[in-house]
């Protein structure tokens, strides 16, 4: 058993599938950086000044004791959250749409570039054959 899942684990299109999802989970980390960190506060000023990232709706505002604590948090729908989340989601499908579109027309082209046909057999096989298609037809 230990066998077959070392075979199962070895093999070339798993150990690819892996390194896909790292690489994935990689790139997504950076688009959220860059969202985060670069591209929605360059937006603000074009926007009159607009942070997505405080973007909320209160639905029930946070109960406070006498002295000023928290007893309950307030109950807050994230918006800018989700719109950061969105763009981000947008950014990497974009990407991943180019990146499969260019792999596609690198098979496309080695498909063209591949002969159309195989390669005609060796003559001492063509030969055998006649031979035997004439023992054949005599028996």
Not at 49 to 74: C, I, K, N, R
Request: hydrophobic share 55%; net charge negative.
């Amino acid at each position: 058993m230990f066998n077959e899942f070392k075979e199962f684990a070895m093999k070339g299109n798993l150990v690819d599938m892996a390194v896909g999802f790292v690489m994935g989970g990689a790139f997504a980390t950076v688009v959220t950086a860059f969202i985060q960190g670069v591209f929605l506060p360059a937006l603000s000023p074009v926007l009159g000044g607009l942070d997505f990232g405080s973007w909320m709706y209160e639905m029930a505002p946070a109960v406070l004791a006498e002295d000023g604590t928290v007893v309950t948090e307030a109950v807050t729908i994230k918006i800018g959250e989700f719109i950061s989340a969105v763009i981000s989601f947008l950014i990497v499908a974009f990407v991943m749409f180019l990146i499969i579109k260019g792999m596609n027309n690198m098979m496309k082209k080695a498909e063209e570039e591949a002969p159309a046909e195989p390669p005609a057999p060796p003559r001492q096989e063509v030969l055998l054959e006649e031979i035997r298609n004439l023992l054949a037809k005599q028996s």
